[in-house]
């Protein structure tokens, strides 16, 4: 049943609070041999440096491959260059309404696109809030294409102890939207001693 594990994912962070996703989820797919192809907006990078203790460049150095969002000849700027989908973690309302209106103004969104358009997996970690109705259309408009929303909110079913258990909820969430095995939290439903 189990499809078989992503090789290359395309990562992007954008400058919506929590950077910290994106530094986890850059981490876990490190340990688990995933080839990441990573672009940071210019809003992204300063979120780093406000909310986190990383540098850019640790971030980046995560990753398998880095590009500038200005660079429109990238390789994940062609649908011609196989990956098995992208996350934008986390996705700011001016991305997500880049990705909703094909505007390919800079290669995160390019590259959202693409994914899109080559119907790969798309996932985009939306933070906002509250919500106006723009924001619920623009959901509305990627989901309709075939992006999976997933904002980052937290369950509580797990008892969370620390913000690390909060932030791991979502990163699994993630993980399962791509079908890469983890452990970050128990599933509701299974035992604690089986
Ligand atoms: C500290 C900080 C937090 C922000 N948080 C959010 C947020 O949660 N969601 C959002 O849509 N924009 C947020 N913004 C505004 C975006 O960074 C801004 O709209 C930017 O132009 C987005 O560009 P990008 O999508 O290319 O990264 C935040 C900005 C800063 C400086």
Redesign the pocket.
């Known amino acids: 049943m189990k499809k078989t594990a992503p090789k290359r994912i395309v990562v992007g962070i954008?400058?919506?609070?929590?950077a910290r996703y994106g530094v986890r989820i850059l981490q876990c797919l490190r340990e688990r041999a995933i080839e990441t192809h990573l672009i940071i907006?210019?809003?992204?990078r300063?979120?780093i440096e406000?909310?986190t203790d990383y540098r850019v460049e640790e971030v980046e150095a995560l990753a398998s491959r880095t590009y500038n969002d200005s660079d429109l000849a990238a390789p994940v700027a062609s649908g011609s260059y196989r990956t098995d989908g992208m996350m934008v973690v986390?996705c700011?309302?001016?991305?997500l309404s880049g990705v909703a209106n094909s505007y390919a103004g800079?290669l995160?969104e390019r590259a959202a696109d693409v994914t899109l358009k080559e119907q790969r997996r798309l996932v985009l970690v939306v933070?906002?809030t509250p919500l106006h109705k723009g924001h619920l259309r623009l959901m509305a408009m990627a989901a309709d294409m075939g992006a999976q929303i997933l904002p980052p909110i937290p369950a509580f079913y797990h008892r969370p102890a620390t913000i690390e258990d909060l932030v791991d909820q979502t990163i699994g969430k993630i993980l399962d939207a791509f079908e890469i095995d983890h452990d970050l939290f128990k599933p509701w439903g299974e035992k604690e001693n089986p």
Do not use: D, F, H, Y
């Open positions: 954008t400058g919506a609070s929590g907006s210019r809003a992204g300063q979120v406000l909310e986390p700011t309302m001016k991305t800079n995160i933070r906002e």
